[in-house]
């Protein structure tokens, strides 16, 4: 797969009609925990009814960013993660510590699920935070993506972006939309970014967008399925 990097001014118009299907994918907003918005640059982009689906990987922060992106697309998928909010966490320990980690009964009854399966196009996408894939890597990833059976996997918790290709399917991860710093990382330098999905039958264009000294950058990479059936194929 090829990937090409340029910047760009934010744009409104960030769909095509012949796009085919857009997927938003998103996550680790950690909002108002860790950081305060989305950057204004992103919120400028991110226009309502111009994505069909909305994946994200969890760790919204509160309710009202929630119900932001309920307000983009008419189908909005959200799984847990490791700092999830709900009715006892938002109200009684989303401003503490934030070097703390949350209690187990605290993820255990967030309001989202652990992991979801999103069929776009003629691929099948599997969505899950990644806080529970342990040791962290594309060989433990794949193990995840065979599990739920899908063509795709996006995970989020390591707040950096990443598009790997492993064994003819992809592992995507948006990184953080707002930047927001991850205490398991070995920098507390994170670049704001999220990824974009067009999606026309079997083969989709991955824009992965990223916030770099206040420029917006943009890098594509193309896949194909039938490309990754055929990689998957024994040579004898």
Known sequence: ???????????????MANFGELVLVLGEHHIPSRTSNIPEKFQKMLVPNKMQHILCTGNIGCKREYEKLRELAPNVHVVSGDYEYNSAWSTSAIHNSTNSKPAASTIASSIFPETKVIQVGEFRIGLINGYQIIPHN???LASMRRKLDVDILITGHTHKNEIVEHD?????????ITG???????????????VLLAVQGPKVVCYM?????GEVEVSKTEFSKTESLLSKMPLF
Not at 1 to 15: L, Q, V, W, Y
Not at 209 to 213: A, D, H, K, M
């Open 1 to 15: 797969a090829e990937r090409r990097r340029s910047k760009r001014e934010p744009d409104k118009n960030i769909t």
């Open 138 to 140: 594309h060989m433990t």
């Open 180 to 194: 927001a710093y991850s205490p398991s990382a070995t920098s507390f330098d994170n670049s704001p970014s999220f």
């Open 168 to 176: 003819g399917c992809w592992h995507i991860n948006p990184g953080s």
């Open 209 to 213: 967008y990223e916030l770099i000294n």
